[in-house]
């Protein structure tokens, strides 16, 4: 069985200041992770993704997470915020079917809601 | 990219009416599709596993009689919430898996029963 945990329910910060928002999974398998997005009544959008290779990955809005296997850790970072990126943010885990050749089912943590203040 | 179109986006009905939500998707062919419910302030709970041309298969806890998954096709998956109650009043969201490449997200469904 997977899980996830996200560490913080809540996280305030003000404009233009660094932010890291903590995810910690548990599997016994290889895993795939997965940071979304979710704004006020909105489904999911894809924030970033790590399935395999290079363990940093970036998002085109200036996200960033790293895979770290010892830690069982994906956590993400931005240097530098700004208001429209206040939202909920949730970290998902999910790993092969039978077979290889499809994702399974995610498994989500409990989100975090970033609240950038000016 | 792929689209998960989701609707309606919000619904209010009577207690012990149905409600039927749908999810499409626009421009790829969606073999399952996954069903979630989000309570406020919480995070999504799996509520249904969907395959084209098969039976949904149900998370424990989740009363298959009262949400019915039809995924009659490669495009659209059907969630409803038969004789609803106040206590179904939830944020319902549906993601269709894109074989290899990930997940997409319908918008969500607000259902508030009266």
């Known amino acids: 069985a997977q899980s996830v945990t996200q560490l913080d329910s809540q996280v305030p910060v003000f404009e233009e200041a660094p932010v890291e928002l903590r995810c910690n999974y548990s599997?016994?398998?290889?895993?795939?992770l997965f940071w979304y997005v979710q704004y006020p009544n909105q489904g999911l959008q894809l924030l970033l993704k790590?399935?395999?290779?290079?363990?940093l990955v970036e998002s085109i809005n200036g996200f960033e997470a790293e895979f770290n296997k010892s830690q069982t850790s994906f956590h993400l970072r931005k240097p530098s915020v700004h208001i429209s990126d206040t939202a909920e943010y949730f970290c998902a885990v999910s790993d092969l079917e039978a077979g290889g050749t499809s994702y399974g089912k995610l498994t989500f943590g409990q989100g975090t809601i970033l609240t950038v203040h000016p | 990219g792929a689209v998960v179109s989701q609707h309606p986006s919000r619904v209010i009905c009577k207690s012990g009416t149905s409600v039927k939500i749908e999810c499409r998707s626009l421009?790829?062919?969606?073999?399952?599709m996954f069903w979630y419910r989000q309570f406020p302030k919480q995070s999504l709970m799996l509520m249904a596993t969907s395959n084209e041309g098969s039976k949904a298969t149900y998370e424990q806890g989740v009363e298959k009689d009262k949400f019915l998954i039809n995924h009659a096709s490669l495009t659209l998956s059907t969630l409803t919430v038969t004789s609803a109650h106040p206590e179904d009043s939830s944020f319902y969201i549906c993601?269709?898996?894109?074989?290899?490449?990930?997940?997409?997200f319908g918008s969500g469904t607000r259902l508030t029963v009266v």
């Open positions: 421009d790829f062919q969606a073999t399952t």
């Open positions: 993601s269709a898996r894109e074989g290899i490449y990930g997940y997409t």
């Open positions: 790590y399935l395999s290779g290079s363990t």
């Open positions: 599997s016994s398998v290889s895993v795939y």
